[in-house]
């Protein structure tokens, strides 16, 4: 039994090589857009079937988010990004866990070894996944802070000069804030990616050591954990944004 | 650079998750939240305004029943003024009559008395001159067969004087 941090790839296409994560990340995206989208295409003043669920989450991640911001406007701004980030981590979180991801696969001779390649393993137990999204989580969170309070006003928080009222300590606070939005990265993308890869170990050595039963509450652990890093990933990003379009002043009292 | 390889960081790799992800928000954001969340506040919008509207309708409602209750019962106790006054006036217009009557009956009666009293006494009037006529018709009579004394003829002079 041979578990890689590394996804491992299934084809390439023109040069460009495909590892399996890729494949159920683009899988996981295309059926979330195509059910997403069909099901809001005609909305009825008296919700049915997938428009009730539909309804239901939009709510209640839009009620989520403002009862971070406490601001009604600032929540429709944060919804798109963070409510898409929600749903993609929840459903690849989810998607690692179906039959076959990470045991399904076939066996390649790889550097004179042999091993197994499966064809389902989870995004987020990769790490290009992971990085990317919380680049785009961090990168977003510079945009909203600059858009909110202006390339100057937003810069100050982070280069404070040292003439000026709490002098060196401000400078230093601020130059460590700037070190944080970098160490964001980090802690963004090796969280997700920690929880979602030990699940999937985790599923897979139970699997191989008892194949029946025992390995069903871990199953059910993982669906949890699935839900709680997509809570985690999302509400962190609503709380970067929030401090990022909150001011000094605004911040200060 | 050597360690992010060894974790399985790709520049392609990511970029194409990168690009996945951003299309997948692309597509949502234009499909789903932007006409979802519209939708969705639009409704509110119209229950909230229905409530209200039942709100007022309601509140228009008790004012109206409790308007009506009022216009009855002032209706009810007009009636029933009317219905005292009503009996209260022709009780005192039949005791008027009864009066009334009773004092032309009364009228009436005394009347009668008063003409019956007048006609007797005519009567009486007329019987004295017929009876007085009679007398004197007998007295001459019996005068013309007895005058003939000085003696008479004294008798009716005085008689005469004292008439």
Redesign the interface.
């Known amino acids: 039994m041979e578990i890689s941090?590394?996804?491992e790839k299934l084809f390439s296409i023109a040069g460009?090589?495909v590892?399996n994560s890729?494949l159920i990340?683009?899988f996981v995206?295309v059926l979330?857009?195509l059910s997403?989208?069909f099901s809001?295409?005609n909305?009825k003043?008296v919700p049915r079937g997938m428009q009730n669920v539909?309804?239901t989450v939009?709510?209640g991640l839009?009620s989520f988010i403002e009862s971070i911001t406490h601001d009604r406007k600032q929540a429709?701004d944060f919804?798109?990004?963070v409510?898409?980030i929600f749903?993609?981590v929840l459903f690849s979180n989810w998607s690692g866990l179906l039959p076959g991801a990470g045991t399904v696969g076939l066996n390649e001779e790889h550097a004179g070894r042999i091993i197994m390649v499966p064809f389902l393993r989870g995004?987020a137990a990769?790490?290009?996944?992971t990085?990317?999204?919380s680049?785009?989580s961090v990168f977003s969170v510079q945009i909203f802070g600059i858009l909110a309070l202006g390339i100057r006003g937003y810069a100050s928080k982070f280069l404070v000069a040292p003439w000026k009222k709490p002098y060196v300590i401000g400078m230093v606070v601020g130059l460590l804030e700037l070190i944080g939005e970098f160490a964001k990265i980090l802690s963004f993308s090796f969280r997700l990616f920690g929880n979602v890869f030990a699940g999937e170990v985790l599923l897979t050595v139970m699997l191989s050591l008892v194949p029946y039963l025992v390995p069903l509450p871990f199953l059910l652990l993982e669906v949890f954990v699935g839900v709680v890093q997509a809570a985690v990933f999302s509400l962190l990003t609503i709380v970067f944004l929030k401090m990022a379009v909150t001011g000094h002043e605004e911040g200060a009292h | 650079m050597e360690i992010l390889t060894q974790?399985?960081?790709?520049g392609?790799?990511?970029?194409?998750?990168?690009v996945?992800?951003?299309?997948?928000?692309f597509?949502?954001?234009r499909?789903?939240?932007k006409?979802?969340?519209v939708?969705?506040e639009k409704?509110t919008e119209?229950i909230e305004e229905g409530l209200k509207n039942a709100e007022e309708a309601g509140r228009r409602l008790q004012e109206a029943s409790k308007g009506e209750e009022r216009i009855l019962a002032t209706a009810r106790e007009e009636a029933k003024k009317i219905v005292t006054e009503t009996r209260e006036a022709s009780e005192r217009r039949g005791q008027e009559l009864v009066a009334e009557f009773e004092r032309k009956a009364e009228r009436i009666i005394e009347e009668a008395r008063e003409r019956a009293k007048e006609e007797r006494e005519k009567m009486f009037r007329e019987a004295k001159g017929e009876i007085a006529d009679l007398v004197i018709a007998t007295t001459e009579k019996v005068l013309r067969e007895r005058l003939d004394g000085d003696a008479d003829r004294g008798k009716v002079t005085r008689f005469l004087e004292k008439e």
């Open positions: 941090i590394i996804a460009f090589s590892t890729l990340a683009v995206a979330l857009a997403t989208v809001t295409r909305p003043q539909i309804e939009f709510e839009l429709r919804f798109p990004l409510a898409t749903l993609f995004p990769d790490l290009n996944m990085v990317a999204l680049l785009i | 974790i399985g960081i790709d392609k790799l990511l970029l194409a998750q990168a996945n992800f951003l299309v997948l928000l597509i949502l954001h499909f789903a939240y006409p979802m969340l939708f969705l409704r119209r």
